[in-house]
């Protein structure tokens, strides 16, 4: 199993360029199965989620190309025995965006039946949502003692839609099920984030009718066959926060090339309680400097504040494994609120390990105290943020670390260790 070895100690400093959208990418992809023309998609991460989505949609038939390092053309008419065998469980498990194989093929074919799906082992990940808007559009499911989801129906038809969680996929799932299904679909308490409104676009660019993207309610007007399209995704704002905190953490000056300032409002929030700042530099680029004031905020009546996680243009859940690890170097202390997932704060053990005065309140808050001197140590990534995480604190810990289970990382980050190269760090891979 393949390893990162860390030399940490050193400011970063340079240019970067973010990546596209991870969970853009994978929703666009499963996309195009809603058509048999030829789409083409720019912008797509070469990371390992991105692989195995591409691999399952040959599995499914679909002719993929990559025709530019970050562009693939897709023309997807399908030859795999849907009514009869499922999807390889193997690649199936290796992502949780497997699931998202199930809007544009019941919307399109009328079945599937998909393994459970995978992905990052960070608490209890329900599939009602989905269920529960497939059968409002009048799809029958099942799942079996193993897992196995099947789901049927004769005809999708448009339904009022109300999800009881603000799920992206679920959410994501029920729209590309809609813009097939006969009839108007109105979806209530949709998720709203960035990469949801890439799929919106790039159906709508495909021919779908979807009104209110980018809120919380979608009007989507049923279309009988959807057509090919060129669409780029926008940028990665997750891996554009995890560089803002690998900068901050270790006190270096990095530029952020490649990014859209409108997604970033929320990020800079919080990145401001911890006492960090950037500016802006050019229609898409921001600065972090070197001089900050590393210092957390108080409430204004002087109580330690608490930082958490909410639906979009809430701050985004996966960032918070970042921030708690910039924490430990900013002075003061703030608690983290991680609502979502029971398993992602478990990885703060691991910080604890290497120096970092932190309290575990309970699964889903941590009081985080700093600044303190992180320790080199031999630690495991657990999941895809986490990951990044430790890779900061190696950043900021004098001496060599050893990072394992680096395909968790190399799931969502693009090209990490050349990125980090060129700002300077110490970082090599090793098998």
Known sequence: MSSYVITGGFELEGTVHISGNKNAALCCLAATLLTDEKVILHNIPAIEDVHVMVDLLRMLGSQVDWVASN????TSSLTYDLHHTPLDPVLVDLIRASILLAGPLVGRFHTVILPPPGGDVIGLRRLDTHF?????LGAE???DKGGIISITTDKL??????LDEASVTATENTIMAAVVAEGRTRIQNAASEPHVQDLCNLLVKMGASIGGIGSNLLEIEGTKKLHGAEFTIGFDYMEA???LGLVGATGGEVELVGINHDQLPMIEKGFDRLGLKWHISGE???VLPRTQSRIIKKSVGGQTLTLDDAPWPGFPADLLSILIVVATQMSGSILIHEKMYESRMFFIDWLIRMGADIILCDPHRA???GPSSLKPAEVTSPDIRAGMALVIAALCAEGESTLHQIYQIERGYEELPKKLTNLGAKITSKA
């Open 71 to 74: 562009s693939v053309q897709i």
């Open 132 to 136: 529960h808007a497939f059968e409002a």
């Open 141 to 143: 499911c099942k799942i």
């Open 157 to 162: 038809m448009g339904s009022k839609v109300f």
């Open 241 to 243: 926060g995890s560089f």
């Open 284 to 286: 898409q680029g921001i």
């Open 367 to 369: 009081l985080i105290q």
